[in-house]
């Protein structure tokens, strides 16, 4: 029950002495980062956290209505926030790792479009299961207008729900979340795919072509890793739904940047120790 009770207002979510002590968590790490590998291990790193950034503020933009969203009763996709995070990031993982040889700037774009695209069809998908399916249309629980439209809400929300469907303003917001989150998820895997091609020739004493497969294999799994452990932080600072941009709990995101930043700081950490010491 103090868990639960412990749970913070949308406006009073940030704590400055906490995410002061995450600042000095990351700041040790990436020292101790440069200890080891002061070269490709830190800009690693700093692309790393880059892009655990990117994935845990995307997060924040993704309509998530959980199992209320399920029975019309909540605006949002009815999932989970952690699930649906982790699939738009995969997504854009996925298209980013096959524009990996094109550069960094041609991948994490591919990646982002990637994650954008995923989102895109899900929430087109997700409305068309709301209206035709069940017969409800979109509107939001949170704001009497649509940010982006200006159309009225109030007349459309059914009595005794906080908002069903999905209004425009949570599409765009959907569709943002996945590129931020594509984009970022490809950017950890493009730093770790050059610092493995570069030290594991040597480490295992075999030529570029031969340690290739397991450069991506070992790079793909660390950055899938990351989306999970920045897909779940955010949910815990989320906690429970969230129809976007205009929701009060995205004033949340602040501590969640600090989060996810000192989080993918130490995989990263990790991920970089097994080809420096």
Not at 138 to 148: F, Q, R
Request: proline share 5%; charged share 5%; glycine share 16%.
């Amino acid at each position: 029950m103090s868990a639960v009770a412990a749970k913070p207002t949308a406006g009073g979510a940030v704590n400055p002495a906490a995410m002061a002590v995450g600042v000095v968590m990351l700041i040790i790490i990436l020292g101790l980062t440069y200890t080891i590998s002061p070269g490709m291990g830190v800009m690693a790193l700093i692309g790393i956290v880059i892009g655990g950034v990117m994935i845990g503020f995307g997060t924040h933009f993704v309509p998530v209505g959980g199992a209320p969203a399920a029975m019309g009763q909540a605006p949002g996709i009815a999932t989970g926030v952690a699930m649906l995070a982790a699939g738009a990031g995969l997504a854009g993982l996925f298209g980013g790792a096959w524009a990996a040889e094109l550069g960094i700037v041609v991948a994490v774009v591919t990646g982002g479009i990637g994650g954008g695209l995923m989102m895109a069809i899900t929430c087109m998908m997700v409305n068309f299961v709301y209206v035709f399916g069940m017969g409800i249309p979109a509107a939001s629980g949170k704001v009497l207008h649509d940010p982006i439209t200006g159309d009225s809400q109030a007349e459309y929300k059914s009595q005794g729900t906080e908002g069903h469907g999905l209004p425009f303003v949570s599409f765009v917001g959907g569709v943002i979340g996945g590129i931020l989150a594509g984009a970022g998820g490809t950017l950890i895997y493009i730093e770790l795919l050059g610092l493995y091609e570069a030290t594991f020739p040597t480490l295992m004493s075999a030529t570029p072509a031969q340690v290739l497969p397991v450069a991506v294999s070992v790079a793909g799994m660390f950055a899938v890793a990351l989306f999970l452990v920045n897909a779940v932080l955010t949910a815990y600072n989320i906690t429970g739904t969230i129809e976007g941009p205009h929701d009060p709990k995205f004033k949340r995101w602040p501590r969640a940047i600090v989060a996810s930043a000192v989080a993918s700081a130490l995989c990263g950490f990790v991920a970089i120790l097994i080809v420096a010491i």
